[in-house]
């Protein structure tokens, strides 16, 4: 009886937030705090700067000029079965860094499709592992809106992946990306923003998953709100229905590339 009472208190104590950051789990008490970075720094192998907080109300985590490095075998940030709804808002430059020497990703999101997560703010956030996922998406709907975010693994082409079967569903809304890879996915979906590096990259829906094709390319994947543009010199286009406004600017938009006047007569 006390076995199972210890067992139900833990369960009740477990509940009580969507995520734990830094291995502090971010329940009601923790969230009170003016700067969740004097907890993270209360543990041994993990270290905050900047300033952190939690809305419980709103399920936000808010990261203001902040750091956060773990140099354990723990993700830096880890998002509950029952994280549904939550926003990470960025202000200013973040980092989010494992430096453990193994398989553990930075960012674990969790695996049940119900989820759903966004990322979003002026801000950055720049996610880093040794040798393993700098995001591993397992399921649900994880999303980047109107924002800038950097995902690399030092040692390895990792990026956004699942490590068994096939993952959540991207969605990239007007925010920029940079990642060596994104793979394993249920869904992959780019909203006022483009593939700009590699340059023929492209996304990919097998019967299995969806990733982005690199075509071969060892550059990393970079996602961007605004296209870049080519001189239309020596370019033959058939011009028929080319014709395109594009943020204010007459463009050509032939075989998945964009064109830009620059000033010059095309005929």
Same mark, same amino acid.
């Given at each position: 009886? /006390?076995?199972?009472? #210890? #067992?139900?208190? %833990?369960?009740?104590?477990?509940? +009580?937030?969507?995520?734990?950051?830094?291995?502090? !789990?971010?329940?009601?008490?923790? %969230?009170?705090?003016?700067?969740? +970075?004097?907890?993270?720094? @209360?543990?041994? *192998?993990?270290? %905050?700067? *900047?300033?952190?907080?939690?809305?419980?109300?709103?399920?936000?985590?808010?990261?203001?000029?902040?750091?956060?490095?773990? =140099?354990? @075998?723990?993700?830096?940030?880890?998002? =509950?079965?029952? %994280?549904?709804?939550?926003?990470?808002?960025?202000? *200013?430059?973040?980092?989010?860094? $494992?430096?453990?020497? *193994? !398989?553990?990703?930075?960012?674990?999101?969790?695996?049940?499709?119900?989820?759903?997560?966004?990322?979003?703010?002026?801000?950055?956030?720049?996610?880093?592992?040794?040798?393993?996922?700098? /995001?591993?998406?397992?399921?649900?709907?994880?999303? &980047?809106?109107?924002?800038?975010?950097?995902?690399?693994?030092?040692? !390895?082409?990792?990026?956004?992946? !699942? $490590? =068994?079967?096939?993952?959540?569903?991207?969605?990239?809304?007007?925010?920029?990306?940079?990642?060596?890879?994104?793979?394993?996915?249920?869904?992959?979906?780019?909203?006022? #923003?483009?593939?700009?590096?590699?340059?023929?990259?492209?996304?990919?829906?097998?019967?299995?998953?969806?990733?982005?094709?690199?075509?071969?390319?060892?550059? $990393?994947?970079?996602?961007?709100?605004?296209?870049?543009?080519?001189?239309?010199?020596?370019?033959?286009?058939? +011009?028929? $229905?080319?014709?395109?406004?594009? @943020?204010?600017?007459?463009?050509?938009?032939?075989?998945?590339?964009?064109?830009?006047?620059?000033?010059?007569?095309? &005929?």
């Amino acid at each position: 009886f /006390i076995f199972c009472a #210890c #067992c139900a208190s %833990a369960i009740m104590a477990s509940a +009580a937030g969507e995520l734990t950051l830094g291995t502090v !789990y971010i329940d009601a008490e923790i %969230a009170a705090l003016d700067n969740i +970075a004097t907890a993270l720094n @209360d543990v041994e *192998g993990v270290s %905050a700067t *900047g300033t952190i907080t939690y809305d419980v109300e709103t399920k936000t985590l808010t990261l203001n000029e902040a750091t956060v490095v773990v =140099s354990l @075998d723990k993700p830096v940030i880890r998002f =509950s079965s029952w %994280a549904e709804g939550v926003t990470i808002e960025l202000i *200013g430059e973040n980092t989010l860094k $494992n430096t453990y020497e *193994g !398989y553990v990703d930075c960012m674990t999101c969790p695996t049940v499709a119900a989820n759903s997560i966004t990322i979003t703010g002026e801000g950055k956030l720049n996610l880093s592992t040794k040798q393993w996922y700098p /995001i591993s998406l397992g399921g649900g709907k994880f999303t &980047k809106r109107n924002t800038t975010v950097v995902a690399a693994s030092e040692q !390895y082409n990792y990026g956004i992946c !699942y $490590n =068994s079967g096939v993952g959540g569903e991207l969605f990239i809304e007007k925010a920029n990306l940079t990642t060596p890879n994104i793979s394993a996915l249920s869904g992959i979906q780019l909203t006022d #923003c483009y593939i700009i590096q590699p340059a023929d990259a492209e996304v990919v829906n097998t019967e299995d998953s969806w990733y982005i094709d690199k075509k071969g390319s060892s550059e $990393n994947i970079v996602i961007s709100v605004e296209k870049v543009g080519t001189s239309v010199d020596n370019v033959i286009i058939d +011009a028929k $229905n080319a014709k395109k406004i594009i @943020d204010g600017q007459l463009v050509i938009e032939h075989d998945n590339n964009i064109y830009t006047l620059m000033g010059q007569i095309i &005929k």
